[in-house]
């Protein structure tokens, strides 16, 4: 026994002095480790940073002052981070590349802010929407625009919600991926509906008005059963896609109450729209989603009026003290009429149940009409602003 243990370890020490690097390969070795650090602000639950791909922005330096060189010294691109799905969903396949990528071409209700720039693009043969943080963005915003990417990949998918395909969350620009729908916002698409347009005709009838009520309505209903609430329901918050289904849109109100960094903006372009009670500064209550989705039933059979438009903002709530209520379009029918009127009723309690509404538009889409609605003329933008109660420094941000 001595014999083999002396001769194992002369044999080991040859090894050692004459062959090295096979002593080496039969040591244990320690893990690497491959973790990223996000510098300068900490990942939102809900986005896993550690799974990630390689993923090129297929964008000119036109259309960003972001100087790749600058930042990415490994050269390495910006990875994708898929959004976290619910257990019983498959994780989304990751993309190879964004295609097409070019600035998307804004209008009144779809703007970028002073921290975001939109985007239109291709990923995996499909049309998508770009949201990147300018490099000019502070920590502040950089935490805002990932946590609001959280909040939407926690909330989950419904089929009138917009999908939330990824998130670019390593390395800038950081880049959210929404589905692109094709229509845009509701309010732009109403005011297509007041031109005779040969090639792209507008047929928004009043089943169409149903259907679409209660498609926003289910969304609604899904937000409310996780105790959220939308609080800036109209036309300008819903989108819509090529085959003019409705998804509800504006969320990031609602990531802001949840994350309780803010209340109730006290903004004068939504106080048409706002329910009595959030005129005086009360809590908003789902009654309150009500009240403007009435509003919203409204704009549709409007063909995207203001609402309210004779009344100002300062007598906006005494109009609403004496029971007065919204003129009825020409174009609406007694029963949507009526259906408007009782969700905008004075008393929280005498609005109806959301699932007593959702009833009700699922029962009037059967007996509507498929007549297409018109009205008189164009918009002028000018006056609308007047009448909705904007002001000059508003933002006009849906996304």
Request: hydrophobic share 40%; charged share 25%; with cysteine.
């Amino acid at each position: 026994l001595l014999l083999a243990s002396f001769l194992v370890t002369l044999v080991f020490i040859l090894l050692l002095r004459y062959c090295p690097e096979k002593v080496d390969r039969i040591r244990p070795r320690k893990k690497i480790t491959t973790r990223r650090i996000l510098q300068g602000i900490d990942a939102p639950p809900g986005l896993n940073v550690l799974e990630h791909e390689s993923i090129a922005l297929d964008m000119p330096t036109s259309y960003s002052t972001f100087d790749a060189s600058k930042t990415y010294q490994s050269q390495r691109f910006p990875t994708f981070t898929p959004i976290v799905q619910p257990r019983e969903l498959p994780r989304q396949r990751l993309p190879e590349s964004f295609n097409l990528v070019a600035p998307l071409q804004g209008s009144f209700s779809l703007r970028a802010d002073a921290s975001v720039s939109l985007y239109r693009a291709r990923m995996e043969n499909r049309n998508v929407v770009l949201r990147v943080l300018k490099d000019s963005a502070d920590a502040d915003e950089r935490h805002d625009f990932l946590g609001f990417a959280s909040f939407l990949s926690q909330l989950g998918p419904h089929p009138f919600l917009p999908e939330l395909l990824g998130v670019v969350s390593i390395r800038a620009p950081l880049v959210t991926v929404v589905e692109e729908l094709e229509n845009r916002d509701l309010l732009s698409y109403l005011w297509q509906c007041r031109q005779d347009k040969v090639d792209n005709p507008c047929e928004m009838t009043e089943r169409r008005i149903f259907t679409m009520g209660s498609q926003v309505a289910s969304a609604l209903e899904f937000l409310h059963s996780k105790d959220l609430l939308h609080g800036n329901i109209r036309a300008r918050s819903v989108l819509v896609t090529k085959q003019l289904t409705a998804k509800l849109w504006g969320l990031h109100g609602v990531y802001i109450r949840k994350s309780k960094k803010a209340t109730q903006r006290d903004d004068p372009s939504m106080k048409k729209w706002q329910a009595p009670e959030l005129l005086v500064r009360k809590a908003a209550t789902k009654s309150s989603d009500i009240w403007s989705f009435g509003i919203l039933l409204f704009e549709m059979t409007s063909l995207g009026d203001a609402p309210f438009a004779e009344i100002s903002i300062n007598e906006l709530l005494q109009f609403h003290q004496r029971g007065k209520s919204l003129k009825k379009p020409s174009n609406c029918s007694n029963s949507l009429y009526a259906l408007i009127k009782s969700c905008c009723q004075w008393k929280e309690q005498d609005r109806p149940l959301l699932v007593e509404l959702s009833r009700k538009l699922v029962s009037g889409e059967k007996s509507a009409s498929d007549k297409v609605l018109k009205a008189s003329g164009t918009v002028n933008l000018e006056q609308y602003l007047q009448e909705a109660g904007y002001g000059e420094a508003n933002s006009y941000t849906v996304f």
